[in-house]
């Protein structure tokens, strides 16, 4: 009986917290919201400090550099949250006992319309970086970039390029 007893409490303890997690500002992975960011933001001023040295930049480009980026930054966040919202809507369709193959399907096609945009936005910020930099310079971000997709999976995530347009 006391054993029963000790397994429902336990039992109970981690369905307070699966409850719980949500309503303290935890993401999907249990980590806090505001934690993911500043470690992401952390990595990504490391990621430029690396870039920043080995294209060699003067202070005129790394000004111009870490504006773009900036602007980059402020204009796209906003749009990777509203692609996350719609994945989740899209699997809850289709998790539904009845899925609606019609609202799934213009889902999908809205999903991939961003993503093509996101695509184009994209391939319009690197010609604005790659305005910044002497030719010597371009080739060694190209190179860069080269590496960075050979590496493969990102967190296990999938592939960090996709070639399919």
Do not use: C, Y
């Not at 080995?54 to 749009?79: C, K, M, Y």
């Not at 991939?112 to 391939?123: L, N, P, S, T």
């Not at 971000?141 to 050979?150: I, T, Y």
Request: hydrophobic content about 35%.
């Amino acid at each position: 009986m006391r054993m029963n007893k000790t397994l429902l409490m336990g039992l109970m303890a981690v369905v307070v917290a699966a409850v719980a997690a949500p309503a303290i500002g935890a993401d999907d992975k249990g980590e806090p919201e505001e934690r993911r960011q500043r470690r992401g933001e952390h990595h990504q001023a490391m990621r430029m400090e690396h870039v920043i040295e080995v294209l060699d930049l003067n202070a005129q480009q790394e000004e111009e550099w870490t504006e773009a980026h900036e602007a980059r930054q402020a204009t796209r966040s906003p749009d990777s949250q509203d692609g996350r919202e719609l994945q989740e809507r899209i699997h809850e369709l289709a998790a539904a006992d009845s899925p609606d193959a019609t609202a799934i399907g213009e889902l999908v096609i809205e999903a991939h319309q961003r993503r093509e945009a996101a695509r184009a936005e994209h391939e319009a910020f690197q010609a604005e970086l790659m305005e910044i930099l002497t030719p010597e310079q371009q080739e060694r971000f190209e190179e860069m970039q080269l590496r960075n997709r050979s590496r493969g999976p990102r967190d296990g995530r999938g592939p960090r390029h996709r070639t399919h347009k």
